[in-house]
């Protein structure tokens, strides 16, 4: 059973607690937790109406407690139940009613204790082609050329991984130092690289028989993804000669 937020409905209109915190903060809070979290996924999250942080008179965003406590909340139900954001904005409204919320257990029950099963499919949250042009603030001939590279691309039912909104929104960025699409593709082949090399490592994990080995493919897949990123961004820095911070 779900906890009700503290904050109810006017949970991003006063700082309860005292000290507001900037969305990089935040991000620095959540990612103890929620590793995988990046600003873009927070603004996303906000251009959805899931979160409301306070705005200074400059327009920079504030967080206060309650914020990051309902970031907390939608993040894990995305996590660990695969919930659509749609679902998700019904429990948030339900749990500031003040009624509990049941969420669905994932798999089988074995002596008391559930077993997560393995999951069809993508279990990404996904986004329409509107929503990530919102959240990344790019407009439809921006999309059209990085899709013609192949730096983002659409499943076949016209929605995106909301991954998306953080490569357009890098994509934008490199743009501004003169940085073309073109010039990406290189980048975009090495990721897809990458990603092979992860599959071929785990690939008998999700072909096992076992349901609960099978369910572990997917924190192997974590796993192992971060640690390509994080070997990736050391090998760029020691070609570059620069240490970030």
Known sequence: ?????????????????????SIGTVLTVLRDEFPEVTISKIRFLESEG?????????????FSTED??????????????YLPLKVIREHLEAMERGEAVQLPVLGRQRDGEAVPEAVEGP????IGRAEL??????????????ESYGLIAPFPDGAYDAEAVTVASLIAELGRFGIEPRHLRVMKAAADREAGLVDQVVAPLKRHRNPQTRAHAE????ELACLTVKLHAALVQTA???RLP
């Open 1 to 21: 059973m779900l906890q009700t937020p503290r904050g109810g409905a006017g949970h991003g209109t006063a700082a309860t607690d005292g000290g507001l915190m």
């Open 50 to 62: 899931l979160i409301e942080p306070q705005r200074t008179p400059s327009g920079y965003r504030k």
């Open 68 to 81: 990051v406590e309902r970031l907390g909340h939608v993040l894990r139900m995305q996590r660990d139940h």
């Open 123 to 126: 279990t990404a949250a996904r």
């Open 133 to 146: 042009l919102a959240a990344a603030e790019i407009g439809e001939r921006e999309l059209e050329e990085w």
């Open 219 to 222: 924190a192997r897949t974590k």
């Open 240 to 242: 570059l000669g620069v």
